[in-house]
T-cell receptor
Framework: AAGVIQSPRHLIKEKRETATLKCYPI?????VYWYQQGPGQDPQFLIS???????DKGSIPDRFSAQQFSDYHSELNMSSLELGDSALYFC???????????FGPGTRLTVT | AQKVTQAQTEISVVEKEDVTLDCVYE???????LFWYKQPPSGELVFLIR??????QNEISGRYSWNFQKSTSSFNFTITASQVVDSAVYFC????????????FGGGTRVLVKP
């Protein structure tokens, strides 16, 4: 069965650079969520989209922005990267906004 | 506000022992969903089970079972006859349609199964 695809899987950036993470949801899933998991921590909700509209927003820094495109894939754009942004970034998708969320493999971002 | 608490940070067992993971949650929503996810050392988050707030029936699925008790706001998870491959961090999580359906995770419990 098709799963959530995230790219890239690993990314190394320097401070103050920008990064773009991509997420391709499971086919026919219309809802996408982004989570950030710092080292040794639990995943924290960043932002979600339902039918290409932002549906909810968590503790996402102003330096981050995201959108969902017409083909339902989503991108998380991160600017002015800081050392503290080093984390595992997960994308999850679900059928409707109340279905169980299936997670992608994550993108490990390292900021040096 | 939603909150999930996993009091156990780490559990170490010998293979074939049973492991029970505790989870206590807080929510003001009357409709909500509870989940368990597994995160092996490779890092991915694997969905294990989901229960909704209207279904307190406890079930067994293979070596996994769960005990959902609304009266105590608990959603405990048991692995029967543990195996080395069960070594992972297990997260309990809560979502509610009234709160945007985002997942609120507990702090996780690291399970180490020794041969």
């Amino acid at each position: 069965a098709a799963g959530v695809i995230q790219s890239p899987r690993h990314l190394i950036k320097e401070k103050r650079e920008t990064a773009t993470l991509k997420c391709y949801p499971i086919p026919r899933h219309d809802t996408v969520y982004w989570y950030q998991q710092g080292p040794g921590q639990d995943p924290q909700f960043l932002i979600s989209f339902y039918e290409k509209m932002q549906s909810d927003k968590g503790s996402i820094p102003d330096r981050f922005s995201a959108q969902q495109f017409s083909d339902y894939h989503s991108e998380l754009n991160m600017s002015s990267l800081e050392l503290g942004d080093s984390a595992l970034y997960f994308c999850a998708s679900s059928v409707t906004s109340v279905g169980e969320q299936y997670f992608g493999p994550g993108t490990r971002l390292t900021v040096t | 506000a939603q909150k999930v608490t996993q009091a156990q940070t780490e559990i170490s067992v010998v293979e074939k022992e049973d492991v029970t993971l505790d989870c206590v949650y807080e929510t003001r929503d009357t409709t909500y969903y509870l989940f368990w996810y597994k995160q092996p050392p490779s890092g991915e988050l694997v969905f294990l089970i989901r229960r909704n707030s209207f279904d307190e029936q406890n079930e067994i699925s293979g070596r996994y079972s769960w005990n959902f008790q609304k009266s105590t706001s608990s959603f405990n998870f048991t692995i029967t006859a543990s195996q080395v491959v069960d070594s992972a961090v297990y997260f309990c999580a809560l979502s509610a349609p009234g709160a945007g359906n985002k997942l609120t995770f507990g702090g996780g419990t690291r399970v180490l199964v020794k041969p």
